[in-house]
Protein backbone atom coordinates (compact mmCIF):
# COMPACT_ATOMS: atom_id res chain seq x y z
CA UNK A 1 0.00 0.00 0.00
CA UNK A 2 1.64 3.54 -1.17
CA UNK A 3 1.75 5.86 1.96
CA UNK A 4 2.29 9.00 0.04
CA UNK A 5 5.31 10.70 -1.45
CA UNK A 6 6.61 11.71 2.15
CA UNK A 7 7.05 8.06 2.98
CA UNK A 8 8.85 7.42 0.10
CA UNK A 9 11.32 10.41 0.03
CA UNK A 10 12.31 9.32 3.61
CA UNK A 11 13.27 5.53 2.50
CA UNK A 12 15.51 7.32 -0.24
CA UNK A 13 17.17 9.06 2.38
CA UNK A 14 17.28 6.37 4.25
CA UNK A 15 18.87 4.32 1.49
CA UNK A 16 21.33 6.92 0.33
CA UNK A 17 22.62 7.57 4.22
CA UNK A 18 23.17 3.41 4.53
CA UNK A 19 24.89 4.03 1.05
CA UNK A 20 27.65 6.27 1.50
CA UNK A 21 28.38 5.06 5.05
CA UNK A 22 26.37 7.71 7.33
CA UNK A 23 24.39 5.26 8.59
CA UNK A 24 27.20 2.62 9.41
CA UNK A 25 28.10 4.42 13.21
CA UNK A 26 24.32 3.53 14.26
CA UNK A 27 24.36 0.20 13.57
CA UNK A 28 27.46 -0.45 14.82
CA UNK A 29 25.57 -0.06 18.18
CA UNK A 30 22.66 -2.45 17.66
CA UNK A 31 23.36 -5.28 18.86
CA UNK A 32 22.39 -8.65 16.74
CA UNK A 33 20.91 -12.00 18.11
CA UNK A 34 23.69 -14.75 17.77
CA UNK A 35 23.18 -17.14 14.88
CA UNK A 36 20.98 -20.20 15.91
CA UNK A 37 23.01 -23.17 17.82
CA UNK A 38 25.81 -20.90 18.82
CA UNK A 39 24.40 -19.19 21.65
CA UNK A 40 26.83 -18.31 24.25
CA UNK A 41 26.24 -18.37 28.26
CA UNK A 42 26.37 -15.32 30.50
CA UNK A 43 29.27 -17.11 31.60
CA UNK A 44 30.91 -18.04 28.70
CA UNK A 45 31.58 -14.77 26.97
CA UNK A 46 35.14 -13.32 27.24
CA UNK A 47 33.47 -9.69 28.22
CA UNK A 48 31.52 -11.22 30.61
CA UNK A 49 32.13 -11.72 35.47
CA UNK A 50 33.57 -14.51 36.42
CA UNK A 51 33.09 -18.32 36.00
CA UNK A 52 32.51 -21.05 38.42
CA UNK A 53 34.62 -24.08 38.83
CA UNK A 54 32.60 -27.57 38.02
CA UNK A 55 34.01 -29.24 41.04
CA UNK A 56 34.07 -26.62 43.51
CA UNK A 57 31.85 -24.37 42.46
CA UNK A 58 34.01 -21.71 43.47
CA UNK A 59 33.19 -18.33 41.55
CA UNK A 60 36.88 -16.96 40.14
CA UNK A 61 38.31 -14.93 37.37
CA UNK A 62 39.06 -16.68 34.24
CA UNK A 63 42.90 -16.30 34.06
CA UNK A 64 42.09 -18.79 37.65
CA UNK A 65 40.31 -21.46 35.63
CA UNK A 66 40.70 -23.61 32.64
CA UNK A 67 38.27 -23.64 30.03
CA UNK A 68 37.38 -27.04 28.39
CA UNK A 69 35.39 -27.71 25.12
CA UNK A 70 33.55 -30.59 23.38
CA UNK A 71 34.78 -30.91 20.11
CA UNK A 72 32.70 -32.62 16.77
CA UNK A 73 34.19 -36.24 17.91
CA UNK A 74 32.70 -35.97 21.19
CA UNK A 75 36.53 -35.22 22.48
CA UNK A 76 36.90 -32.73 25.63
CA UNK A 77 39.13 -30.43 24.32
CA UNK A 78 41.17 -27.94 26.82
CA UNK A 79 40.76 -24.39 25.32
CA UNK A 80 43.89 -22.37 27.08
CA UNK A 81 43.03 -19.73 25.03
CA UNK A 82 39.47 -19.00 25.85
CA UNK A 83 38.67 -19.36 22.02
CA UNK A 84 37.37 -22.09 20.87
CA UNK A 85 33.86 -22.34 19.61
CA UNK A 86 31.20 -24.02 21.58
CA UNK A 87 29.75 -24.16 25.20
CA UNK A 88 32.65 -23.97 27.38
CA UNK A 89 32.92 -25.94 31.05
CA UNK A 90 35.75 -24.40 33.54
CA UNK A 91 37.51 -26.34 35.98
CA UNK A 92 40.21 -24.64 38.56
CA UNK A 93 43.46 -23.84 37.30
CA UNK A 94 44.78 -27.29 38.96
CA UNK A 95 45.88 -30.58 37.85
CA UNK A 96 44.10 -32.42 41.11
CA UNK A 97 40.99 -30.64 40.48
CA UNK A 98 40.89 -31.86 36.65
CA UNK A 99 41.42 -35.26 38.21
CA UNK A 100 38.80 -34.60 40.47
CA UNK A 101 36.06 -33.12 37.82
CA UNK A 102 37.22 -36.19 35.93
CA UNK A 103 36.79 -39.06 38.77
CA UNK A 104 33.08 -37.08 39.40
CA UNK A 105 32.42 -37.30 35.46
CA UNK A 106 31.66 -33.35 36.52
CA UNK A 107 32.29 -32.49 32.68
CA UNK A 108 29.17 -35.07 31.06
CA UNK A 109 27.04 -33.37 33.88
CA UNK A 110 27.96 -30.27 33.16
CA UNK A 111 27.80 -30.14 29.56
CA UNK A 112 24.57 -32.64 29.86
CA UNK A 113 26.02 -34.65 26.91
CA UNK A 114 28.03 -37.84 26.81
CA UNK A 115 31.38 -36.85 26.67
CA UNK A 116 34.70 -38.80 25.49
CA UNK A 117 37.38 -37.48 28.63
CA UNK A 118 41.23 -38.44 27.26
CA UNK A 119 42.65 -40.86 29.92
CA UNK A 120 45.88 -38.62 29.91
CA UNK A 121 43.91 -35.36 30.13
CA UNK A 122 45.47 -34.16 33.27
CA UNK A 123 49.09 -34.86 31.88
CA UNK A 124 48.08 -33.73 28.54
CA UNK A 125 47.28 -30.22 29.73
CA UNK A 126 50.44 -29.94 31.35
CA UNK A 127 52.32 -30.80 28.19
CA UNK A 128 49.82 -27.95 26.19
CA UNK A 129 51.24 -25.31 29.39
CA UNK A 130 55.02 -26.79 28.58
CA UNK A 131 54.82 -26.13 25.15
CA UNK A 132 53.08 -22.78 25.53
CA UNK A 133 55.93 -21.20 27.47
CA UNK A 134 58.40 -23.10 25.58
CA UNK A 135 57.44 -21.19 22.51
CA UNK A 136 56.92 -17.70 24.32
CA UNK A 137 60.48 -17.98 25.28
CA UNK A 138 61.36 -18.39 21.41
CA UNK A 139 59.47 -15.46 20.69
CA UNK A 140 61.59 -13.76 23.00
CA UNK A 141 64.77 -14.87 21.99
CA UNK A 142 64.06 -14.13 18.27
CA UNK A 143 62.98 -10.37 19.50
CA UNK A 144 66.69 -10.65 20.77
CA UNK A 145 65.89 -10.49 24.20
CA UNK A 146 67.67 -13.68 25.43
CA UNK A 147 71.00 -14.10 26.60
CA UNK A 148 72.15 -17.61 27.10
CA UNK A 149 75.89 -18.84 28.88
CA UNK A 150 77.19 -18.52 32.41
CA UNK A 151 78.75 -15.45 32.03
CA UNK A 152 76.49 -13.48 29.91
CA UNK A 153 73.61 -14.75 32.58
CA UNK A 154 75.68 -13.24 35.42
CA UNK A 155 76.61 -9.90 33.83
CA UNK A 156 72.66 -9.54 33.23
CA UNK A 157 71.83 -10.29 36.74
CA UNK A 158 74.61 -7.74 37.44
CA UNK A 159 73.40 -4.80 35.51
CA UNK A 160 70.10 -4.90 36.97
CA UNK A 161 68.33 -5.69 33.94
CA UNK A 162 67.54 -9.47 33.89
CA UNK A 163 63.68 -10.05 34.08
CA UNK A 164 64.15 -13.69 34.92
CA UNK A 165 66.79 -16.92 34.92
CA UNK A 166 65.84 -19.81 32.59
CA UNK A 167 67.84 -22.95 33.81
CA UNK A 168 67.96 -26.39 32.35
CA UNK A 169 66.12 -28.45 34.99
CA UNK A 170 68.67 -31.44 34.55
CA UNK A 171 71.68 -28.54 35.00
CA UNK A 172 74.04 -29.59 37.40
CA UNK A 173 73.96 -28.05 40.77
CA UNK A 174 77.38 -26.12 40.93
CA UNK A 175 75.81 -23.89 38.13
CA UNK A 176 72.88 -23.35 39.96
CA UNK A 177 74.02 -22.55 43.41
CA UNK A 178 77.19 -20.03 41.26
CA UNK A 179 73.46 -18.19 39.68
CA UNK A 180 71.86 -18.07 43.29
CA UNK A 181 74.90 -15.93 44.61
CA UNK A 182 75.30 -13.58 41.56
CA UNK A 183 71.16 -13.30 42.03
CA UNK A 184 72.08 -12.59 45.87
CA UNK A 185 75.24 -10.06 45.20
CA UNK A 186 72.59 -8.36 43.32
CA UNK A 187 69.77 -8.21 45.10
CA UNK A 188 72.52 -6.98 47.82
CA UNK A 189 73.79 -4.28 45.73
CA UNK A 190 70.19 -3.01 45.65
CA UNK A 191 69.78 -2.29 49.28
CA UNK A 192 72.69 -0.39 49.31
CA UNK A 193 71.90 1.49 46.45
CA UNK A 194 68.39 2.08 48.30
CA UNK A 195 66.48 0.76 45.49
CA UNK A 196 63.36 -0.92 46.24
CA UNK A 197 64.00 -4.85 46.76
CA UNK A 198 62.83 -6.89 43.17
CA UNK A 199 62.93 -11.10 43.03
CA UNK A 200 64.43 -12.18 39.91
CA UNK A 201 62.16 -15.34 39.52
CA UNK A 202 64.13 -18.69 38.12
CA UNK A 203 62.35 -20.95 36.27
CA UNK A 204 63.42 -24.06 35.63
CA UNK A 205 60.50 -26.23 34.24
CA UNK A 206 62.34 -27.11 30.90
CA UNK A 207 65.17 -29.72 30.45
CA UNK A 208 68.42 -29.36 28.89
CA UNK A 209 67.00 -30.32 25.21
CA UNK A 210 63.70 -28.35 25.61
CA UNK A 211 65.60 -24.92 26.40
CA UNK A 212 67.85 -25.92 23.03
CA UNK A 213 65.12 -26.11 21.24
CA UNK A 214 63.67 -22.99 22.17
CA UNK A 215 66.37 -21.16 22.02
CA UNK A 216 67.75 -22.62 18.88
CA UNK A 217 71.28 -23.18 19.92
CA UNK A 218 73.14 -26.40 21.51
CA UNK A 219 74.19 -26.94 25.44
CA UNK A 220 72.07 -24.33 26.63
CA UNK A 221 72.03 -24.35 30.52
CA UNK A 222 71.44 -21.18 31.86
CA UNK A 223 69.88 -18.17 30.26
CA UNK A 224 68.54 -14.82 31.19
CA UNK A 225 65.63 -12.14 29.73
CA UNK A 226 65.35 -8.62 29.39
CA UNK A 227 62.54 -7.00 30.97
CA UNK A 228 59.28 -6.17 29.12
CA UNK A 229 55.74 -7.62 27.81
CA UNK A 230 58.14 -10.35 26.36
CA UNK A 231 59.03 -11.46 29.78
CA UNK A 232 55.79 -10.64 31.23
CA UNK A 233 54.06 -12.81 28.44
CA UNK A 234 56.26 -16.10 29.27
CA UNK A 235 56.51 -15.46 33.37
CA UNK A 236 52.24 -15.70 33.23
CA UNK A 237 52.68 -19.03 31.59
CA UNK A 238 55.43 -20.15 33.44
CA UNK A 239 53.32 -19.50 36.50
CA UNK A 240 50.40 -20.82 35.36
CA UNK A 241 52.19 -24.39 34.32
CA UNK A 242 53.67 -24.44 38.51
CA UNK A 243 50.45 -23.28 39.67
CA UNK A 244 48.53 -26.04 37.70
CA UNK A 245 50.90 -28.46 39.05
CA UNK A 246 51.21 -27.44 42.84
CA UNK A 247 47.80 -25.80 43.08
CA UNK A 248 49.49 -22.77 44.94
CA UNK A 249 48.03 -19.28 43.90
CA UNK A 250 49.87 -16.99 46.71
CA UNK A 251 53.95 -18.51 45.67
CA UNK A 252 52.77 -17.52 42.15
CA UNK A 253 51.93 -13.94 42.45
CA UNK A 254 54.48 -11.71 41.00
CA UNK A 255 56.20 -9.14 42.53
CA UNK A 256 56.10 -6.39 40.16
CA UNK A 257 55.70 -5.75 36.43
CA UNK A 258 59.08 -5.39 34.58
CA UNK A 259 60.06 -3.16 32.32
CA UNK A 260 58.90 -2.67 29.16
CA UNK A 261 60.23 -3.47 25.42
CA UNK A 262 58.56 -3.85 21.95
CA UNK A 263 57.32 -7.03 21.96
CA UNK A 264 54.00 -8.52 23.26
CA UNK A 265 53.69 -12.08 22.96
CA UNK A 266 50.11 -12.03 23.77
CA UNK A 267 49.24 -10.32 20.45
CA UNK A 268 51.62 -13.16 18.45
CA UNK A 269 49.91 -16.43 17.25
CA UNK A 270 51.97 -18.75 19.41
CA UNK A 271 51.05 -22.56 17.37
CA UNK A 272 49.78 -24.74 20.52
CA UNK A 273 47.51 -27.69 20.30
CA UNK A 274 44.55 -25.67 22.16
CA UNK A 275 44.44 -23.55 18.85
CA UNK A 276 43.16 -26.22 16.39
CA UNK A 277 39.76 -25.34 15.21
CA UNK A 278 37.10 -27.28 16.61
CA UNK A 279 33.12 -27.09 16.18
CA UNK A 280 31.02 -27.79 19.22
CA UNK A 281 29.52 -31.34 19.50
CA UNK A 282 25.75 -30.15 19.47
CA UNK A 283 23.85 -27.19 20.17
CA UNK A 284 25.52 -24.63 22.46
CA UNK A 285 22.11 -23.15 24.25
CA UNK A 286 21.37 -23.39 27.31
Not at 183 to 204: D, F, S, W
Amino acid sequence: MDRGPGRRARRGRASRRWRDGRGLSRAATVKTAPARGARETRLDRKDGPERSCVVTRTVKAPDDLIRFVVGPDGVLVPDLRRKLPGRGVWASLSAATVAEAIKRRAFERSLKTKVIVPADLVAMIDGLMLKDAQQALAMGNKAGLVQAGFAKVEAMIGSGRCAAVIEASDGADDGRRKIGQALKRAEIAREEAGLKPRKVPVVAIFAGQDLELALGRPHVIHAALAPGPAAEGFLSRWRRLVRYRTDDAVAMEPDEPVLSDSVDLDSQDLDSQDQRTTEPAGPSTE
